[in-house]
């Protein structure tokens, strides 16, 4: 069965410093992979997403980017945080053919506190 | 401008009746839809799907409808559970594009 992992589950950074979320999936091979964030008593907003390895579009201009150095490995990354980019990131996967393109499966997700 | 709205921030229901979950949508080619639980800090739960040429999908005590006329589908829990307490989000899509999510309805379960 498919098991989708992130870490890790909570983070606490000050303003300016790096960040480095990852995100892997186990049990399926060229899955389609999605950052997205919720803030705070908000929806989920769709940050990333990547048909393949080194294929990443952005959806939103912002401080973060990503990047997916094997099949089944996402990173969501900044070189600077902003305070505005505390929230709850999740990674998600879909298949590529048949009913599991469908669907997308979440992550257990990271809460990321910018201070 | 938001394509999938679920008009309701949170519904209280007692034990034992029914939750009816509500989501419009502006775009008429929005052909999929999908509904998720999400407890804290955890990531959504996939719960019932439904496509455009159904109007109605059950699983257990999930029922999803969708009425395409008037661009709207409900998700219908009998009987509510303590443990259905969550966010649920809705989420549409037009076939070969991504998914647009609602901003999500936090239910409560009152004993």
């Known amino acids: 069965s498919q098991t989708i992992h992130q870490w890790p589950a909570t983070l606490v950074q000050p303003v300016g410093s790096p960040l480095s979320l990852e995100c892997t999936v186990e049990?399926?091979?060229?899955?389609?992979l999605y950052w997205y964030r919720q803030a705070a008593g908000r929806g989920l907003q769709l940050l990333f997403y990547?048909?393949?390895?080194?294929?990443i579009s952005s959806e939103v201009p912002q401080n973060l980017s990503a990047s997916r150095p094997q099949d089944r490995q996402f990173i969501l990354s900044s070189k600077k945080l902003l305070l505005s980019d505390s929230g709850f990131y999740l990674c998600?996967?879909?298949?590529?053919?048949?009913?599991?393109?469908?669907?997308?499966?979440f992550g257990p997700g990271t809460r990321l506190l910018v201070l | 401008d938001q394509q999938v709205k679920q008009n309701s921030p949170s519904l209280s229901v007692q034990e034992g009746r029914i939750s009816i979950l509500n989501c419009d949508y502006t775009?008429?080619?929005?052909?999929?839809f999908l509904w998720y639980k999400k407890y804290p800090a955890e990531g959504p739960t996939f719960l019932i799907s439904?496509?455009?040429?159904?109007d109605k999908n059950e699983d257990g005590r999930f029922t999803v409808f969708l009425n395409k006329s008037a661009k709207h589908l409900s998700l219908h829990i009998v009987p509510s559970q303590p443990g259905d307490s969550a966010v649920y989000f809705c989420?549409?899509?037009?076939?070969?594009?991504?998914?647009?999510f609602g901003p999500g309805t936090r239910l409560s379960v009152l004993p």
């Open positions: 989420a549409a899509r037009i076939y070969g594009q991504n998914f647009v």
């Open positions: 775009n008429s080619m929005f052909d999929y």
């Open positions: 998600a996967w879909s298949g590529y053919t048949g009913l599991d393109k469908e669907t997308q499966y």
């Open positions: 439904i496509s455009s040429i159904k």
């Open positions: 990547s048909i393949g390895i080194d294929q």
């Open positions: 049990g399926t091979s060229n899955p389609n």
